[in-house]
């Protein structure tokens, strides 16, 4: 019986990679399957890793009905073995249950990737979902780290290198700084006190000397 298996982790943490690795092994078995996406910072229709590989996809928005793709598909005679969701937190629910319902009706394993909570430590509806009906859960082992060196857990949304905790769930960006909108992975200390790499250079430059006489 297919499964539905859901791997969810933080940003840098290697999602797509694992995402395009995943379809890799499976084309090299001979396998022919369909790659999902939605909103990749690299544009539409793209699957890609910050390592720099990359693939084409199905973009999928609010209103796509994943059944009625994958059905589609099979009844035009396409060969689909397996199905790899990538950013599946902006994923509807009904779509969700759409991927659900291709691994237990057709038969065909599905492989959703996607982060648990956005920059205010909210669930997103899709990963919401995704943990409530996978038959699997699986945390990425590879470690993203926060500036300061520990474990980053929770993403960070920028603007200008200071953490915002207000505004729309998705917005586009990406975690090299190089624009004014950007995200961020930091610890659970560094991310209650808002305090990114750039506001952590900014507080130690400024910091006073501790008052104690000179001895």
Same mark, same amino acid.
């Given at each position: 019986?297919?499964?539905?298996?859901?791997?969810?982790?933080?940003?840098?943490?290697?999602?797509?990679?694992?995402?395009?690795?995943?379809?890799?092994?499976?084309?090299?078995?001979?396998?022919?399957?369909?790659?999902?996406?939605?909103?990749?910072?690299? #544009?539409?229709?793209? /699957?890609?890793?910050?390592?720099?590989?990359?693939?084409?996809? /199905?973009? +999928?928005?609010?209103?796509?009905?994943?059944?009625?793709?994958?059905?589609? $598909?099979?009844?035009? #005679?396409?060969?689909?073995?397996? +199905?790899?969701?990538?950013?599946?937190?902006?994923?509807?629910?009904?779509?969700?249950?759409?991927?659900?319902?291709?691994?237990?009706?057709?038969?065909?394993? /599905?492989?959703?990737?996607?982060?648990?909570?956005?920059?205010?430590?909210?669930?997103?509806?899709?990963?919401?979902?995704?943990?409530?009906?996978?038959?699997?859960?699986?945390?990425?082992?590879?470690?993203?780290?926060?500036?300061?060196?520990?474990?980053?857990?929770?993403?960070? $949304?920028?603007?200008? #290198?200071?953490?915002?905790?207000?505004?729309?769930? +998705?917005?586009?960006?990406?975690?090299?700084?190089?624009? +004014?909108?950007?995200?961020? /992975?930091?610890? $659970?200390?560094?991310?209650?006190? $808002?305090?990114?790499?750039?506001?952590?250079?900014?507080?130690?430059?400024?910091?006073?000397?501790?008052?104690?006489?000179?001895?």
């Amino acid at each position: 019986m297919a499964e539905l298996h859901f791997f969810t982790g933080t940003m840098d943490c290697g999602k797509s990679t694992l995402a395009l690795q995943t379809d890799y092994n499976h084309r090299r078995r001979g396998l022919s399957g369909l790659m999902l996406t939605s909103h990749d910072r690299a #544009g539409e229709a793209t /699957v890609s890793s910050r390592l720099g590989l990359s693939a084409d996809a /199905v973009e +999928v928005s609010p209103s796509t009905q994943l059944w009625s793709v994958v059905a589609a $598909r099979l009844a035009a #005679g396409e060969r689909i073995d397996y +199905v790899i969701g990538d950013e599946a937190q902006f994923y509807t629910s009904e779509q969700v249950d759409d991927l659900g319902r291709v691994a237990d009706e057709l038969d065909v394993p /599905v492989y959703a990737f996607g982060i648990l909570t956005d920059f205010r430590t909210r669930l997103f509806p899709g990963s919401a979902r995704l943990v409530e009906l996978a038959d699997r859960v699986e945390t990425l082992q590879v470690e993203a780290l926060c500036w300061c060196g520990r474990r980053a857990t929770h993403n960070a $949304r920028t603007v200008g #290198g200071i953490m915002v905790t207000e505004g729309e769930q +998705v917005v586009v960006g990406d975690t090299d700084g190089a624009g +004014v909108v950007g995200y961020e /992975v930091l610890c $659970r200390h560094h991310h209650r006190r $808002r305090m990114t790499a750039v506001s952590a250079r900014v507080a130690e430059a400024g910091a006073e000397p501790l008052p104690f006489a000179a001895g």
